[in-house]
C-alpha cells in the first residue's frame, strides 16, 4: 500500500491507497510544533484505524508547501514506516512541461493537480483548488502546464475580514437565502460566499477569453463541494484529486 501525505499551510490530508484505489483518507491541522515522533504515533493510529500495519506500507510520497514540515514528515517516514519517501518537486521527471518564468516556485500540490488532472479529465483544462489560497492551475491541450492564478481562499478571507473589522462577528460557511443581506452575518455570508462563485465563474471567462477556447473546469480542496454548485463553469468536483495525482506520481518514479 502507499501513503500519500498533502501537507498544507491549514491542514494535512492524507491517503491510503491499494494499488489505484483510495480506501481511506484523512485530515489533520498542519501542526508545526509537532515532532517526527509526535506524526509517527498519529499516523500509525490512523493505521490502525484503517486495519494496516506499518510493514504494510511499501512506498510513502509527500506533497508539501510547508518546507519546515517536510523534512518532518520525511523523517517520520523513516522512523516509523522504513521508508525513503518521494517528495514531489518540479525537479521529477514526469513528463510535465512547466512553462512558467521559474518552475522552482511552483508548489507541489499544484503540480500534484496537474498530473492528476492530465491523466482523468479532457484538456484543456484548469483545476480550481479551495484552499488556503484559491488556485486556478491552466493546462494546454498538449498537456502543458502553462501557469495559473493565485486568490484569498474562502477562509482566509472570512478571517482577514473578522480580523480586521472590530464590529463585524465569525460566521458560518453557508449560502444565505439571498443575495441582500438583512443582518451582518447574512452580509458577509453573501459576500464571501457568493463572492467565491463570482470569482470563480469570472474567472474561468477570463482565463477562456486569453486561451481562445473554451476549458475544462474540475474543482478540488476542503470548500470545493460548498461553493463549485454554484458555479456554472466547473464541470466536475474531485475533493481527492491531489492525493490520487500524489499516486499517480509515485507510481511514476518508482517505476524509472
Known amino acids: 500500500m502507499i501513503l500519500a501525505v498533502d501537507i498544507g499551510n491549514s ?27 509526535e506524526y509517527g504515533v498519529l499516523i500509525n493510529s490512523f493505521l490502525s484505524q484503517a486495519k494496516t500495519a506499518s510493514d504494510d506500507i511499501s512506498g510513502v510520497v509527500i506533497s508539501s508547501v510547508v518546507p519546515s514540515l517536510t523534512d518532518i514528515i ?47 479529465y479532457d484538456l484543456p483544462l484548469v483545476v480550481v483548488d479551495f484552499g488556503t489560497a484559491t488556485t486556478f492551475d491552466v493546462i494546454s491541450s498538449k498537456g502543458e502546464y502553462l501557469g495559473g492564478v493565485i486568490a484569498p481562499g474562502v ?55 486569453e486561451m481562445g477556447e473554451k476549458m475544462n473546469t474540475v474543482a478540488t480542496g476542503g470548500f470545493a463541494h460548498l461553493i463549485t454548485p454554484k458555479c456554472n463553469t466547473v464541470n466536475d468536483i474531485n475533493a481527492h484529486l491531489t492525493l490520487e495525482g500524489l499516486n499517480y506520481i509515485y507510481n511514476i518514479i518508482s517505476k524509472k
Not at 13 to 31: A, M, P, Y
Not at 103 to 119: F, H, K, M, T, Y
Request: aromatic fraction near 6%; proline fraction near 3%; glycine fraction near 6%.
Open 74 to 120: 520525511a523523517h517520520m517516514s523513516e522512523k516509523y514506516l522504513h521508508k525513503t519517501a518521494i517528495i514531489v518537486s518540479s525537479k521529477l521527471d514526469l513528463g510535465l512541461p512547466i512553462l512558467i518564468d521559474n518552475p522552482e516556485q511552483l508548489g507541489a500540490d499544484r503540480i500534484c493537480n496537474a498530473v492528476a488532472g492530465i491523466r482523468d
Open 11 to 37: 491542514d494535512t490530508t492524507l491517503g491510503l491507497f491499494s494499488e489505484e484505489k483510495l480506501i481511506h483518507d484523512w485530515r489533520t491541522t498542519s501542526g508545526f510544533s509537532r515532532t517526527s515522533d
Open 155 to 209: 477562509e482566509t478571507s472570512a478571517n482577514d475580514l473578522f480580523h480586521r473589522a472590530a464590529q463585524l462577528p465569525k460566521i458560518d460557511f453557508h449560502f444565505p437565502d439571498k443575495i441582500i443581506g438583512k443582518n451582518s452575518i447574512n452580509s458577509m455570508q453573501s459576500g464571501i460566499m457568493n463572492g467565491a462563485v463570482a470569482v470563480v465563474d469570472s474567472m474561468i471567462s477570463a482565463i477562456e477569453k
